[in-house]
């Protein structure tokens, strides 16, 4: 497999500035996932490495080779879209050898690497199937098939899941992780759901506005947002956000900060603390999300038991453990 490395890429469509100074290095056999609101430019990154959109400054670096000007079929990668599209009147079998016979790949070397595609997706019993014949899960794991056999230095996916049902997507990210620790292989995944992210990457890169906001393992930028965008952006239901000169703020002292943040989770229903209304609940089984508003119109969400006792209505009281709160400075930086 292969490192990737970028240095200072811009993209402009235009007068519009795309991707802005982006740099970041991929280590060998990482599971990397690029996220970001709509219009952040992380298919637009993804799509560069690919080579299927020109850099106008920066270059792109490939286990060591600057492939900055090369074609897409000379940088060794292998790309999965959103969209399947499969030959409909072929076979499972005819589809993933397709792009192999097309290179000219003798006949049993095409045959043994279905065999081993096949095997790793569980789509052996398939292979003699027509798209047709097959659920979204098992075409977008033929789509993947396609991209295995190719024997790619680096796997491309680009929002893979996301026309897929909401236990579809879940079955779906296990198999990619699952394949991911049986390949070995340098993976860069798109998706704008930080839910995706967090679950199956090793590294994280947030984009916003064409710009890289923070790098890091999951649970880094989780715990540890370089700024209230980070921080509001990963974490579902998002983090709380409040104004320092806010009730909250007057309760825990806002110490120069601009805003205030603290997770839902970490939210205590306390005998003393912050006045709140409760507006709405939502049971969802082993927990709750309380939607709070304060008297000064600030909302503020609480994740609770399931089994709590609290109820739409409820004058509560709330708590604010200081080793759980994120000052962020007017610039929207972490303090």
């Given at each position: ?332 930086q972490a303090l």
């Amino acid at each position: 497999m292969a490192t990737v490395h970028l240095e200072t890429i811009d993209k402009f469509y235009g007068s519009l500035q795309a991707l802005s100074g982006v740099s970041l290095d991929i280590s060998d056999g990482a599971f990397v996932v690029f996220v970001g609101p709509s219009g952040c430019g992380k298919s637009t990154l993804l799509r560069c490495i690919a080579g299927l959109e020109g850099v106008d400054r920066g270059t792109i670096t490939i286990d060591g080779r600057d492939v900055t000007d090369l074609n897409p079929a000379d940088r060794d990668l292998s790309m999965v879209f959103q969209s399947y599209a499969l030959y409909p009147h072929m076979t499972v079998r005819a589809n993933i050898e397709f792009g192999m016979k097309v290179n000219g790949i003798p006949a049993d070397e095409r045959a043994r690497r279905v065999q081993d595609a096949a095997r790793i997706l569980q789509l052996s019993e398939l292979l003699d199937r027509k798209p047709g014949q097959l659920s979204g899960g098992q075409r977008q794991r033929v789509a993947i098939g396609r991209s295995i056999v190719k024997h790619p230095k680096v796997f491309l996916f680009d929002e893979p899941l996301s026309n897929l049902d909401a236990k579809l997507r879940v079955q779906m990210r296990i198999e990619l992780e699952s394949l991911h620790t049986e390949l070995g292989a340098t993976m860069i995944y798109v998706t704008h759901d930080q839910v995706e992210a967090m679950t199956m990457a090793d590294q994280i890169v947030v984009l916003n506005g064409g710009k890289v906001e923070q790098v890091g393992a999951p649970l880094e930028l989780y715990n540890k947002p370089a700024s209230e965008f980070v921080a509001g952006f990963i974490g579902s239901p998002a983090m709380n956000i409040m104004a320092a000169q806010s009730k909250l703020g007057e309760v825990v002292g806002g110490a120069g900060a601009a805003k205030i943040g603290i997770r839902p989770e970490h939210v205590r229903i306390a005998e003393t603390g912050l006045p709140v209304q409760v507006t709405v609940k939502e049971q969802l089984g082993g927990e709750s999300y309380l939607y709070a508003r304060s008297e000064d119109g600030e909302q503020i969400v609480i994740k609770t038991d399931g089994e709590d006792a609290v109820n739409q209505g409820d004058q509560v009281r709330l708590a604010f453990p200081p080793e759980r709160l994120h000052r962020f400075g007017a610039d929207g930086q972490a303090l």
